[in-house]
């Protein structure tokens, strides 16, 4: 026999010879298989006719054709499920310390931060993580951020949180110390600014002025064997194409910043003069002639952020050239 849809000869137990249903008073003008492969099947495929077939009677028609070894039931798709997995990260920082911490690719970036509080002794809400140049949201799984073992992330640590969103405008940098052993010696503060990798211009005792930027120049107190001096930063006037503002302090004559007695370093928001912004002192990062204490991220046109490096570094203000060569490769 000729079956109507496949147009290919059968023999005639491939179909079924009786009505499906009561309601149909002919038989089916097609072969059980192909009854069985429509998306009705229980549907009488005589037009207008409206028959139904039992599930009886489906069964039936499956059977007949198992018998035959005609009929292949539909494979059950397999699932796999993706169970959270154990990963080790690397954790880079921007003064150059590398941590190592378990995590689960299940967890939140929320969480995650909260563990990696306990390291660096920071709280949660000041760190921010990112992976592959892209900041990784709160509420996302490490997974969802394409996070596996092994990976390499990189921390940031906020100098304080933000208040109710607003932004930094004017930020002020004092800076005072101790004459060394040697007697009246410079411990510079310097201010940097970059576009990207690129250096642009800075201020510092020779340089006081700058588009957005001043240095109040050196204050010396030889009763006191004291120095001191201040930068100040209007924010909104630092040229659109800066990115980064690096605060730095680095010794003059004598090697090493520590040989100066009782140095004390704030920076505030001068908006908000009553909240400082804790920062490295000298004497936490040992024998360095120069530090990259901090910077300033421009967010947005009008959005920074005070970021913390704590890196230090060979170069002082006679020869900025080291200094520049390590900032540009922390961007």
């Known amino acids: 026999?000729?079956?109507?849809?496949?147009?290919?000869?059968?023999?005639?137990?491939?179909?079924?010879?009786?009505?499906?249903?009561n309601k149909c008073d002919h038989i089916p003008d097609r072969c059980i298989k192909?009854?069985?492969?429509?998306?009705?099947a229980a549907l009488c495929p005589i037009e207008n006719c409206g028959g139904i077939a039992s599930d009886t009677l489906i069964r039936c028609m499956k059977s007949n054709l198992r018998e035959m070894n005609l009929y292949k039931p539909e494979q059950t798709k397999k699932i796999t499920a993706t169970l959270p997995s154990a990963c080790t990260l690397e954790i880079s920082v921007l003064d150059g310390s590398n941590l190592s911490i378990a995590a689960r690719t299940d967890m939140r970036v929320c969480e995650?931060?909260?563990?990696?509080?306990?390291?660096?002794?920071?709280?949660?809400?000041k760190l921010?993580?990112?992976?592959?140049?892209?900041?990784?949201?709160?509420?996302?799984?490490?997974a969802e951020c394409g996070i596996h073992n092994n990976c390499t992330l990189q921390l940031i640590i906020l100098m304080m949180e933000e208040f109710d969103g607003k932004s930094y405008e004017?930020?002020?940098?004092?800076?005072?110390?101790?004459?060394?052993?040697?007697?009246?010696?410079?411990?510079?503060?310097?201010?940097?600014?970059?576009?990207g990798k690129s250096f642009v211009a800075l201020v510092d005792y020779k340089h006081l002025k700058g588009e957005g930027m001043a240095h109040t120049g050196d204050v010396m107190d030889e009763i006191n064997m004291r120095g001191r001096h201040g930068i100040s930063?209007?924010?909104?006037?630092?040229?659109?194409?800066i990115t980064h503002l690096y605060f730095v302090l680095s010794a003059w004559t004598s090697?090493?910043?520590?040989?100066?007695?009782?140095?004390?370093?704030?920076l505030h928001d001068r908006s908000r003069p009553d909240v400082p912004l804790p920062i490295?002192?000298?004497?936490?990062?040992?024998?360095?002639?120069?530090?990259?204490?901090?910077?300033?991220?421009?967010?947005?046109?009008?959005?920074?952020?005070?970021?913390?490096?704590?890196?230090?570094?060979?170069?002082?203000?006679k020869n900025y050239n080291p200094i520049r060569q390590m900032i540009a490769s922390i961007n």
């Open 1 to 21: 026999m000729t079956e109507r849809s496949c147009k290919v000869e059968k023999l005639s137990e491939e179909f079924f010879l009786e009505p499906i249903s």
């Open 34 to 40: 192909c009854l069985l492969s429509r998306e009705k």
């Open 112 to 125: 995650l931060k909260e563990e990696l509080s306990k390291s660096v002794k920071e709280k949660s809400t």
């Open 128 to 142: 921010r993580l990112s992976f592959q140049s892209s900041e990784m949201k709160n509420e996302l799984t490490l």
């Open 170 to 195: 004017a930020l002020q940098f004092n800076l005072s110390w101790g004459f060394p052993d040697i007697g009246i010696d410079y411990l510079d503060g310097t201010c940097l600014s970059f576009a």
């Open 233 to 241: 930063l209007h924010l909104p006037s630092v040229p659109s194409q």
């Open 255 to 266: 090697p090493y910043i520590s040989r100066y007695p009782k140095p004390t370093v704030q």
């Open 280 to 317: 490295y002192t000298p004497s936490d990062i040992g024998n360095v002639q120069a530090l990259i204490m901090c910077r300033a991220v421009r967010r947005t046109a009008t959005s920074w952020t005070v970021e913390r490096v704590g890196r230090g570094c060979q170069g002082n203000a």
